[in-house]
Protein backbone atom coordinates (compact mmCIF):
# COMPACT_ATOMS: atom_id res chain seq x y z
CA UNK A 1 0.00 0.00 0.00
CA UNK A 2 1.15 3.65 -0.84
CA UNK A 3 2.44 5.78 1.96
CA UNK A 4 1.74 9.92 1.70
CA UNK A 5 4.04 11.26 3.81
CA UNK A 6 3.41 15.36 3.21
CA UNK A 7 5.59 18.37 4.65
CA UNK A 8 6.11 20.21 6.21
CA UNK A 9 3.63 19.87 9.29
CA UNK A 10 2.75 22.84 9.91
CA UNK A 11 3.35 26.35 7.76
CA UNK A 12 3.93 29.50 9.15
CA UNK A 13 2.94 32.55 6.81
CA UNK A 14 1.57 35.70 5.83
CA UNK A 15 -1.16 36.85 4.03
CA UNK A 16 0.12 37.66 0.28
CA UNK A 17 3.11 35.06 0.71
CA UNK A 18 3.87 31.97 -1.13
CA UNK A 19 2.66 28.67 0.16
CA UNK A 20 4.57 25.55 -0.81
CA UNK A 21 3.34 22.17 0.33
CA UNK A 22 4.79 18.90 -0.23
CA UNK A 23 3.34 15.57 -0.97
CA UNK A 24 5.67 12.72 -1.09
CA UNK A 25 5.05 8.87 -1.99
CA UNK A 26 6.46 5.83 -0.96
CA UNK A 27 6.15 4.64 -4.71
CA UNK A 28 5.29 5.79 -7.77
CA UNK A 29 1.65 7.61 -8.35
CA UNK A 30 0.26 7.99 -11.64
CA UNK A 31 -0.39 11.64 -12.16
CA UNK A 32 -3.59 10.99 -13.06
CA UNK A 33 -4.43 10.27 -9.40
CA UNK A 34 -3.39 12.67 -7.30
CA UNK A 35 -5.49 14.82 -5.40
CA UNK A 36 -5.30 17.91 -2.96
CA UNK A 37 -8.11 18.84 -0.39
CA UNK A 38 -8.80 21.81 1.68
CA UNK A 39 -10.00 21.22 4.97
CA UNK A 40 -11.18 24.37 7.35
CA UNK A 41 -12.49 23.78 10.94
CA UNK A 42 -16.12 22.10 11.46
CA UNK A 43 -16.33 21.79 7.79
CA UNK A 44 -15.77 19.05 5.08
CA UNK A 45 -12.82 18.77 2.58
CA UNK A 46 -13.06 20.45 -0.41
CA UNK A 47 -11.40 19.32 -3.47
CA UNK A 48 -8.74 21.55 -4.81
CA UNK A 49 -6.14 19.78 -7.76
CA UNK A 50 -7.15 16.53 -9.12
CA UNK A 51 -5.14 14.61 -11.72
CA UNK A 52 -1.58 16.30 -10.19
CA UNK A 53 -2.50 19.75 -11.81
CA UNK A 54 -6.12 20.27 -12.69
CA UNK A 55 -8.03 23.05 -10.74
CA UNK A 56 -11.58 21.83 -9.15
CA UNK A 57 -14.79 23.52 -10.26
CA UNK A 58 -14.68 26.73 -8.79
CA UNK A 59 -10.80 26.83 -7.40
CA UNK A 60 -9.19 30.08 -7.74
CA UNK A 61 -5.67 29.98 -9.62
CA UNK A 62 -3.92 30.90 -6.89
CA UNK A 63 -4.35 26.92 -6.59
CA UNK A 64 -1.91 25.38 -8.35
CA UNK A 65 -0.57 21.71 -8.64
CA UNK A 66 2.27 20.00 -9.86
CA UNK A 67 5.10 17.07 -9.94
CA UNK A 68 4.96 13.13 -10.92
CA UNK A 69 6.36 10.13 -10.05
CA UNK A 70 6.52 10.03 -6.29
CA UNK A 71 7.07 14.05 -5.70
CA UNK A 72 3.90 16.70 -5.53
CA UNK A 73 3.51 20.34 -4.72
CA UNK A 74 0.73 21.93 -3.75
CA UNK A 75 1.57 26.10 -4.35
CA UNK A 76 -0.46 28.50 -3.26
CA UNK A 77 0.85 31.82 -5.05
CA UNK A 78 -0.61 34.94 -2.67
CA UNK A 79 -2.05 33.60 0.62
CA UNK A 80 -5.42 35.19 1.44
CA UNK A 81 -6.94 35.00 4.86
CA UNK A 82 -9.74 32.23 3.72
CA UNK A 83 -6.72 30.01 2.53
CA UNK A 84 -5.73 29.34 6.08
CA UNK A 85 -6.32 25.73 6.40
CA UNK A 86 -5.46 22.38 6.59
CA UNK A 87 -4.11 20.56 3.34
CA UNK A 88 -4.46 16.43 2.46
CA UNK A 89 -2.85 15.06 -0.70
CA UNK A 90 -4.53 11.84 -1.70
CA UNK A 91 -3.67 9.16 -4.33
CA UNK A 92 -6.89 7.68 -5.57
CA UNK A 93 -5.51 5.67 -8.55
CA UNK A 94 -6.64 3.04 -10.98
CA UNK A 95 -7.42 0.56 -7.84
CA UNK A 96 -8.22 0.96 -3.75
CA UNK A 97 -6.62 1.50 -1.05
CA UNK A 98 -6.43 5.50 -1.83
CA UNK A 99 -5.11 6.73 1.50
CA UNK A 100 -4.39 10.21 2.81
CA UNK A 101 -1.20 12.34 3.97
CA UNK A 102 -1.46 13.41 7.38
CA UNK A 103 -2.30 16.99 6.48
CA UNK A 104 0.02 20.26 6.40
CA UNK A 105 -1.38 23.44 8.57
CA UNK A 106 -1.16 26.65 6.95
CA UNK A 107 -1.28 29.47 9.88
CA UNK A 108 -0.97 32.46 10.17
CA UNK A 109 2.32 34.31 10.82
CA UNK B 1 -26.43 20.80 -7.90
CA UNK B 2 -25.05 17.68 -6.64
CA UNK B 3 -25.81 16.94 -2.57
CA UNK B 4 -25.27 14.45 -0.32
CA UNK B 5 -26.99 14.34 2.55
CA UNK B 6 -26.09 11.97 5.64
CA UNK B 7 -27.71 11.20 8.60
CA UNK B 8 -27.67 12.43 11.74
CA UNK B 9 -25.25 11.78 14.90
CA UNK B 10 -25.37 8.64 17.02
CA UNK B 11 -24.33 7.49 20.17
CA UNK B 12 -23.12 4.19 20.64
CA UNK B 13 -21.66 1.76 23.40
CA UNK B 14 -18.82 -0.43 22.86
CA UNK B 15 -19.80 -3.21 21.06
CA UNK B 16 -22.66 -1.96 19.18
CA UNK B 17 -23.03 -1.26 15.32
CA UNK B 18 -23.71 2.10 13.97
CA UNK B 19 -25.30 2.59 9.80
CA UNK B 20 -24.71 5.78 8.41
CA UNK B 21 -26.97 6.42 5.28
CA UNK B 22 -25.73 9.38 2.73
CA UNK B 23 -28.78 10.48 -0.36
CA UNK B 24 -27.00 11.41 -3.30
CA UNK B 25 -29.10 14.14 -5.51
CA UNK B 26 -28.24 15.88 -8.30
CA UNK B 27 -26.52 13.07 -10.31
CA UNK B 28 -26.74 9.94 -11.72
CA UNK B 29 -26.63 8.05 -8.86
CA UNK B 30 -25.41 5.13 -10.58
CA UNK B 31 -22.38 7.14 -12.54
CA UNK B 32 -19.96 7.15 -9.82
CA UNK B 33 -18.70 5.11 -6.57
CA UNK B 34 -19.14 6.42 -2.88
CA UNK B 35 -16.13 6.51 -0.68
CA UNK B 36 -16.61 6.68 2.90
CA UNK B 37 -13.80 8.68 4.97
CA UNK B 38 -13.41 9.28 8.84
CA UNK B 39 -11.75 12.08 10.78
CA UNK B 40 -10.83 10.95 14.77
CA UNK B 41 -11.10 14.57 16.63
CA UNK B 42 -8.00 16.80 15.79
CA UNK B 43 -6.90 13.93 13.63
CA UNK B 44 -6.23 13.51 9.74
CA UNK B 45 -8.47 11.99 7.00
CA UNK B 46 -8.81 8.17 6.73
CA UNK B 47 -9.76 6.32 4.03
CA UNK B 48 -12.30 3.54 4.95
CA UNK B 49 -13.67 2.01 1.58
CA UNK B 50 -15.27 2.57 -1.57
CA UNK B 51 -18.32 0.88 -3.05
CA UNK B 52 -19.43 1.06 -6.90
CA UNK B 53 -22.87 2.29 -6.82
CA UNK B 54 -22.91 0.77 -10.48
CA UNK B 55 -22.42 -2.73 -9.41
CA UNK B 56 -21.78 -2.55 -5.91
CA UNK B 57 -18.41 -3.61 -5.62
CA UNK B 58 -16.54 -2.72 -2.58
CA UNK B 59 -13.47 -2.46 -0.91
CA UNK B 60 -12.37 -1.90 2.61
CA UNK B 61 -9.30 -0.56 3.70
CA UNK B 62 -7.33 -3.57 5.66
CA UNK B 63 -7.80 -2.34 8.97
CA UNK B 64 -11.51 -2.58 8.73
CA UNK B 65 -11.96 -5.75 6.99
CA UNK B 66 -14.50 -7.99 8.90
CA UNK B 67 -15.83 -4.67 10.92
CA UNK B 68 -16.97 -2.91 8.06
CA UNK B 69 -20.22 -2.81 5.28
CA UNK B 70 -21.01 -0.34 2.55
CA UNK B 71 -24.14 -1.10 0.40
CA UNK B 72 -26.44 1.00 -2.06
CA UNK B 73 -29.91 1.56 -2.38
CA UNK B 74 -29.69 2.19 -6.10
CA UNK B 75 -33.60 3.04 -5.68
CA UNK B 76 -33.54 5.83 -3.15
CA UNK B 77 -29.75 6.59 -4.35
CA UNK B 78 -28.70 6.41 -1.12
CA UNK B 79 -25.57 4.88 0.33
CA UNK B 80 -24.66 3.17 3.56
CA UNK B 81 -22.05 2.20 5.79
CA UNK B 82 -22.49 0.02 8.64
CA UNK B 83 -19.78 -0.08 11.58
CA UNK B 84 -19.58 -3.39 13.76
CA UNK B 85 -17.80 -3.90 17.21
CA UNK B 86 -17.53 -0.63 18.50
CA UNK B 87 -14.85 1.39 20.03
CA UNK B 88 -14.18 4.22 21.60
CA UNK B 89 -11.31 4.53 18.74
CA UNK B 90 -14.14 4.46 16.36
CA UNK B 91 -15.50 8.19 17.53
CA UNK B 92 -14.94 10.17 14.77
CA UNK B 93 -16.93 12.15 11.71
CA UNK B 94 -17.72 9.92 9.11
CA UNK B 95 -17.95 11.15 5.67
CA UNK B 96 -19.47 10.08 2.34
CA UNK B 97 -18.29 11.40 -0.97
CA UNK B 98 -18.70 11.03 -4.91
CA UNK B 99 -15.72 9.08 -5.69
CA UNK B 100 -15.05 9.67 -9.98
CA UNK B 101 -12.21 9.76 -12.41
CA UNK B 102 -11.52 13.39 -11.14
CA UNK B 103 -10.97 12.79 -7.32
CA UNK B 104 -13.59 12.64 -4.25
CA UNK B 105 -15.43 15.76 -5.82
CA UNK B 106 -18.44 15.97 -3.45
CA UNK B 107 -18.77 15.43 0.26
CA UNK B 108 -21.59 14.63 2.72
CA UNK B 109 -21.92 16.84 5.71
CA UNK B 110 -20.45 14.64 8.04
CA UNK B 111 -21.81 12.10 11.12
CA UNK B 112 -20.52 12.52 14.16
CA UNK B 113 -20.57 8.81 15.75
CA UNK B 114 -19.51 8.80 19.40
CA UNK B 115 -18.67 5.60 21.18
CA UNK B 116 -19.03 5.71 24.81
CA UNK B 117 -20.45 3.81 27.38
Known amino acids: EIVLTQSPGTLSLSPGERATLSCRAS???????LAWYQQKPGQAPRLLIY???SRATGIPDRFSGSGSGTDFTLTISRLEPEDFAVYYC??????????FGQGTKVEIK | QVQLVQSGAEVKKPGASVKVSCKAS????????ISWVRQAPGQGLEWMGW????????NYAQKLQGRVTMTTDTSTSTAYMELRSLRSDDTAVYYC??????????WGQGTLVTVSS
Open chain 1, 51 to 53: GAS
Open chain 1, 27 to 33: QSVSSSY
Open chain 2, 51 to 58: ISAYNGNT
Open chain 2, 97 to 106: ARQGGGGTDY
Open chain 2, 26 to 33: GYTFTSYG
Open chain 1, 90 to 99: QQYGSSPPWP
